[in-house]
């Protein structure tokens, strides 16, 4: 059976993917660094330095440390602008329903997110109560797509893999939910996000029941 659903923050439970869309395109612009959205579905789930690093490449800019600090300092700065003003009217439609039916069925909701600032997200959206255990970048070593993210919830939750479900929009999040051994939701495209078990367009299109049934 299943026991935990673990999610993903950043377009999963609101659509603060594309505020970091924006903040790393203006900062690709100002590099005079070509950057689309396909090289953004790379970076979804990425770490702050790990995506500066892919635009640094792509570009064929060489930049040392301190400098690198200070642009993604920037984009940091530029971020948080983006996510001030949001409230709870920002969270998806769905999400609400969705917990309610996991706290009805006493199923552990986790949040997993490689963002240093998904707490302040979280109390943006009036969420940050409902889960039972958080792991954000604060809490692990290794970014996605490496699998401790995931694993550091369940472990928390006391539960082997196999009775745990990631939800993710991104293409190394899902990455990390497989290599957890764990049963993966993708939300978005199918053809972007065929490693998931089931994929949705959004949290609104979900089934439980189809979820459930994966274990
Ligand atoms: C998110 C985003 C990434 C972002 C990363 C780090 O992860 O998907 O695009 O680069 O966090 O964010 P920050 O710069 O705020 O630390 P997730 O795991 O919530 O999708
Ligand atoms: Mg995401």
């Known amino acids: 059976a299943i026991n935990a659903f673990i999610f993903d923050l950043d377009g999963v439970l609101t659509d603060t993917a594309e505020y970091h869309y924006l903040a790393w395109s203006a900062l690709a612009n100002e ?8 090289d953004n579905e790379q970076l979804k789930g990425v770490d702050r330095m790990g995506s500066l690093d892919y635009i640094l490449k ?5 930049l040392t440390e301190q400098q690198k600090l200070t642009l993604a300092d920037k984009k940091n700065l530029h971020y948080q602008q983006l996510i001030n003003d949001m409230s709870p009217k920002d969270l998806f439609e769905g999400v609400t329903e969705l917990f309610a039916q996991l706290k009805q069925q006493n199923i552990n909701i986790g949040l997993a997110s490689a963002s240093k600032n998904a707490q302040m997200v979280l109390e943006r959206l009036g969420i940050a109560d ?3 255990y958080v792991a954000d970048a604060a809490k692990v070593a290794q970014g996605k797509p490496h699998p401790e993210i995931f ?23 899902l990455q990390s939910i497989v290599s957890a051994k764990m049963h993966s939701v993708g939300i978005g495209q199918p053809e972007v996000l065929y490693q ?7 949290i609104k299109s979900f089934n439980l029941q189809q979820v459930l049934a994966l274990a």
């Open 151 to 173: 694993l550091t919830v369940a472990e928390a939750f006391f539960l082997p893999a196999d009775q745990c479900v990631g939800i993710e929009d991104s293409i190394a999040g």
């Open 31 to 38: 590099l005079a660094v070509p950057f689309d959205r396909d």
């Open 130 to 132: 409902q889960f039972d």
């Open 196 to 202: 998931a078990d089931v994929v949705y367009a959004d």
């Open 58 to 62: 792509k570009g064929n800019v060489n």
